[in-house]
């Protein structure tokens, strides 16, 4: 059956720009038809703040929510992603599917109460304890899949593919054994993984080679004859051993051994491509793949900092992740991205538009190429584009007095997290007045979860 609401936004972000008085018809949770200058009409719910189109999270991995904060020690010899990456094993060495569904659902709730209202999942982790599937071999999915049911943020899972230990098809280690299928085994899980999510609202299934280091090249083949639409993530040129090791072994650098051997394109999100030299970086803007930037976890781990500067100039397509959850917000994770390209190139406003605000074009060109890596219509507010909405808080003190774009440049640069009344998705409302709706029984649960995994 169908169903239509009206929805009512005192003030918006539109594609041409902002406008006061816009009416949305929302049919089954897309935006059947735009209206601008109509009174508010009786019926229906009205937003008041400044209503912007909802921030697509393109790169997640929701159980390292559970180990934010746990990884800051520096230990007897120098700290690094890699040692970073053995307490990541060690803490997921724990986890069974009611625990990361828990810890899921509490990650969901703060990237909606931060702005995000759809997310990519590159989801990895997969296996028992012990390393053997489990008996439902998608009994992790699924627990990705009713934690995105109990918040209501709109999910793009993407099951990762990760065969091998390094570059060379080195044996996976025991840290491992939890992420790892063949070929076979793989091709089941794809199966059972749809069957997971359908009955989540406009949910899509992608797919993820987890990296160059955990997959042979004729993998990317064989996934893209297996998965012959839909998005296709890979965590690509992150660190620069990566690099090394794929120069000894491949003879050439990530993104250039990427691209010799896949035709990219618009289905492709390539997370990170921090470390780029300029053909690479062009390449990767000329395809129409997006860079999945995940600034707040890359400054985290070290990886060092995208060229988004010449990449933005060169036409290329990006949006932002929370990749590792230690902190969530969306306009938290724009900021950096700008603060990281002023701090290298020792100039202001890098990533906007000629005679226009930082804020509005991190705001937009995100949103589009979020959207994109989450093969999903939505990302503005348009007929044909869902739902999927956020209101800014005008009232609060870093936006008082602020309309336009120096009320969005104020959210993302002058607020300590991103001012938020009310969130969307699909046109329900599930966060109000900065809380979302099931924020106390989740975050309840969450907590009792991590004391007994902590213990
Ligand atoms: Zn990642």
């Known amino acids: 059956m169908t169903s239509t609401q009206i929805l009512h936004l005192a003030y918006a972000l539109l594609p041409d720009g902002f406008a006061e008085n816009v009416t949305l018809t929302v049919t089954d949770g897309t935006i059947a038809a735009v209206a601008v200058g109509n009174p508010a009409p009786e019926a229906g719910l009205r937003l008041d703040g400044l209503v ?73 982790l997969h296996h028992d304890k012990d390393g053997r599937p489990h008996a439902n071999i998608a009994a992790m999915a699924e627990a990705v899949a009713a934690a995105a049911d109990e918040t209501g943020i709109g999910l793009t899972l993407l099951p990762v593919l990760y ?27 794809m199966q059972a993984s749809a069957e997971a999510i359908r009955d989540l609202p406009d949910s899509r299934l992608g797919v993820a080679p987890h990296s160059l280091r955990a997959v042979a ?35 050439r650098r990530p993104v250039e051994f990427l691209c010799d051997t896949v035709a990219l394109d618009r289905r492709w999100c390539l997370i990170h491509a921090t470390h780029l030299v300029g053909a690479e970086r062009d390449a990767i803007a000329r395809s129409g793949a997006v860079a999945g930037l995940c600034p707040i976890t890359e400054a985290s781990l070290g990886d060092g900092i995208f060229d988004g500067v010449r990449y933005h100039a060169a036409g290329g397509v990006f949006g932002v992740g929370s990749d590792s959850n230690i902190q969530i917000d969306a306009g938290a994770e724009l900021r950096l991205l700008e603060y990281s390209q002023r701090l290298r190139d020792r100039g202001r406003a890098l990533l906007a538009e000629a005679e226009a605000s930082s804020g509005l074009a991190l ?29 800014l808080d005008l009232d609060h003190p870093a936006l008082a007095g602020k309309r336009g774009e120096a009320a969005l440049d104020s959210a993302i640069f002058a607020a300590n997290a991103l001012p938020l009344r009310d969130v969307l998705v699909g046109g329900e409302r599930l966060v109000s007045e900065g809380r979302h709706v099931a924020r106390t029984a989740v975050a309840a649960r969450f907590a009792a979860t991590m004391r007994r995994l902590l213990a």
Not at 82 to 102: C, G, I, S
Not at 380 to 390: N, P, T
């Open 52 to 124: 912007l189109p909802g921030m697509p999270n393109l790169h997640s991995h929701l159980f390292q929510r559970g180990m934010a904060g746990l990884s800051e020690r520096r230990g007897a010899t120098a700290d690094s992603f890699w040692t970073w990456r053995e307490v990541m094993y060690r803490f997921l060495d724990r986890l069974d599917p009611d625990d990361v569904q828990a810890i899921a659902a509490q990650a969901m709730v703060e990237m909606l109460e931060g702005g995000f209202t759809a997310l990519a999942e590159f989801h990895y």
């Open 163 to 189: 065969r091998f230990g390094n570059f060379g098809s080195a044996q996976p280690a025991h840290g491992q054994r939890r992420f790892v299928n063949d070929r076979d085994g793989f091709a089941r899980l």
């Open 217 to 251: 090249p004729d993998d990317l083949g064989w996934l893209l004859d297996l998965v012959p639409a839909g998005p296709i993530h890979i965590h690509v040129a992150e660190q620069m051993r990566e690099v090394e090791d794929s120069l000894a072994i491949t003879g």
């Open 363 to 391: 705001w937009k060109n995100a949103c589009a190429g979020g959207a994109q890596a989450c093969g999903r219509a939505l990302g503005s507010i348009a007929a044909g584009q869902r739902a999927d909405l956020v209101s």
